[in-house]
């Protein structure tokens, strides 16, 4: 299931043709150190595997399974996987197609008579591409009322169809569990099957998924690697019911299963290649606008790579399956903290082993300073973000309209600068007026300079550790996503769901920004015991409130 606020969590694959044993060697102890760095020996942990070619090339684990009990990760661990139960439920309903039993172009009322589609029409297609409209139930604040109940699907149904829709079907695209809770429905009406039998009868048995199941917190489960959130410290994962994310996120899985999941599609034993071709489709608005994504897995790029991937973060998991069709790899790494997500990582290991990795430091170029300067100007982009281009002591900057944190970009040419530790970067072209194309992973945009000046900087006071720590809590914005608010000295941050931890700064006493995003934080105060009762998120034009909860 996916948090609201989206800070570009980055994700992607792995293996390359080897040309020598040291090469394997190199890049063995390189992911190595990647892994230790983030799963530390007395944390929360991750279970890795990597395949080039048919061949399984690297497969351990790092951490801990279980914090209680000091156990340590091991490869055979099973985790709930999240998100990435979308593809399960994709190729359910494309099995289905080839059986002739449904189309991509039935509407959802052809099998849920009584929906109510608000006078659109709506397909299945639209479901399988998050561009239905529908609203996400994940995003609604009554599913915290039924979060821990064993409910039908009728009834999880019940508790979002009436929500009004975010769009018309087609015209945006929107990330929605919704429409895969209603995919999972429809494979049950047609099949004749309750989606968890379907799953182990035509999916787990046939590949011999052994150790693969519809998620359980009863049922005991050998290897379970227990699930953590944390603040200040780790907490067990709060519980969630499975029948709650369903179709949309409740599979539980190893990496020796997901790699047999990830054969079994390639090779086309569940369904046919055509139908594969459908599901790695990146499709289109209505307006032609591509969306990136396909049937239950998404569209990125590493390096001008294509690749095809997904991920998942649900109580206590965070998952990532990467797939680079050209190189025939794939790399799987599963988490037992949703503090600790593996997109980045997976990112980095990804371009590592096919043998496009992100710059390093050490391969920047040295221009003079007239070369540098070149480049300093105000650039506007598409989606409307300016960015300033300066240069201070010989160091070019990138700095986004805000007016808060700068960026140091490195060049590799003349007119191409990269981020350090990251595969973002500027390609500068020379005219009048100049431009600059701006590219991450599959995102690029195009800028043109202009005029317009840099706001004025936000100016941030000093507020007492006193002060700070009345604002220590955790703040639910929606009910699978929440900011946890610490403080460390007079220091205090915020930590979104399945997200980095950021420090907050004060503009005035209960008015906080962030320098890394263009983001704030208004903590609402109640008048009679003056501490925080709520906090207000402004970010991409929105205002998402946020109860405090503990």
Request: glycine share 6%.
């Amino acid at each position: 299931m996916k948090p609201i606020l989206n800070l570009k969590l980055l994700f992607l694959l792995l293996f390359v043709s080897i040309p020598s044993v040291q090469f394997a060697q190199n890049m063995e102890e390189k992911i190595d150190q990647l892994m230790s760095n983030q799963y530390k020996t007395d944390d929360s942990g991750a279970t890795i595997l990597i395949a080039k070619e048919g061949e399984i090339v690297y497969r351990k684990a790092f951490g801990k399974s279980n914090l209680e009990l000091n156990t340590d990760m091991i490869p055979e661990n099973v985790f709930e996987i999240g998100s990435i139960t979308k593809q399960f439920t994709a190729v359910g309903i494309l099995m289905l197609l080839e059986e002739g039993k449904l189309s991509l172009d039935d509407e959802i009322t052809k099998f849920i008579p009584d929906y109510p589609t608000q006078e659109t029409k709506i397909t299945v297609h639209h479901l399988l591409t998050h561009t239905s409209g529908i609203k996400s139930y994940t995003s609604i604040p009554s599913l915290r009322d039924f979060a821990r109940k064993d409910i039908s699907p009728t009834e999880l149904i019940d508790a979002f169809k009436n929500e009004p829709m975010d769009f018309k079907p087609g015209e945006q695209y929107l990330y929605n569990n919704s429409g895969f809770v209603l995919l999972g429905y429809i494979i049950e009406k047609v099949s004749g099957m309750p989606y968890p039998e379907f799953l182990q009868k035509r999916i787990f048995d046939e590949l011999k998924m052994n150790n693969s199941l519809y998620g359980s917190k009863y049922t005991i489960v050998k290897n379970r690697a227990a699930g953590y959130q944390k603040q200040e410290t780790y907490l067990n994962a709060d519980y969630i019911s499975m029948n709650i994310p369903y179709a949309a996120g409740s599979i539980m899985s190893t990496v020796d299963d997901m790699y047999l999941w990830h054969k079994a599609v390639r090779n086309n034993a569940l369904i046919s290649k055509e139908s594969l071709a459908k599901a790695f489709t990146n499709y289109t608005l209505n307006n032609g606008d591509k969306i990136n994504y396909g049937y239950g897995w998404a569209m990125n790029m590493i390096n001008e790579v294509p690749v095809i991937e997904h991920g998942g973060g649900i109580f206590g998991y965070t998952t990532q399956g990467i797939y680079v069709p050209s190189e025939n790899a794939y790399v799987i790494i599963l988490t037992n903290c949703n503090c600790n997500s593996p997109s980045e990582i997976a990112f980095k290991i990804a371009a590592i082993a096919i043998g496009k990795p992100y710059p390093e430091l050490s391969k920047k170029v040295t221009l003079t300073k007239e070369q540098l300067q070149k480049w300093v100007g105000a650039y506007e982009f598409e989606d409307g973000v300016v960015r300033f281009v300066s240069l201070k002591d010989d160091q070019l900057y990138s700095q986004r309209s805000d007016g808060n944190a700068a960026f140091k970009i490195f060049p590799l040419t003349q007119n191409r600068f990269f981020f350090e530790d990251s595969f973002a970067e500027y390609i500068f072209s020379d005219g009048t007026p100049k431009k600059v194309v701006f590219k991450s992973n599959i995102n690029v945009s195009k800028g043109v300079e202009t005029d317009k000046k840099m706001a004025e900087s936000k100016k941030e006071i000093q507020l007492s550790e006193e002060v700070l720590k009345k604002y220590i809590g955790t703040y639910e914005l929606a009910p699978t996503f929440f900011i946890e608010v610490n403080v460390k000295g007079n220091q205090i941050f915020a930590q979104a769901t399945n997200q980095p931890k950021f420090e907050l700064f004060a503009e005035s006493e209960d008015n906080f920004f962030l320098k890394v995003v263009e983001a704030k934080i208004t903590f609402q105060i109640d008048e009679v015991t003056k501490m925080p009762k709520s906090l207000i998120l402004h970010q991409g034009g929105q205002n998402i409130p946020g109860k405090k909860i503990k």
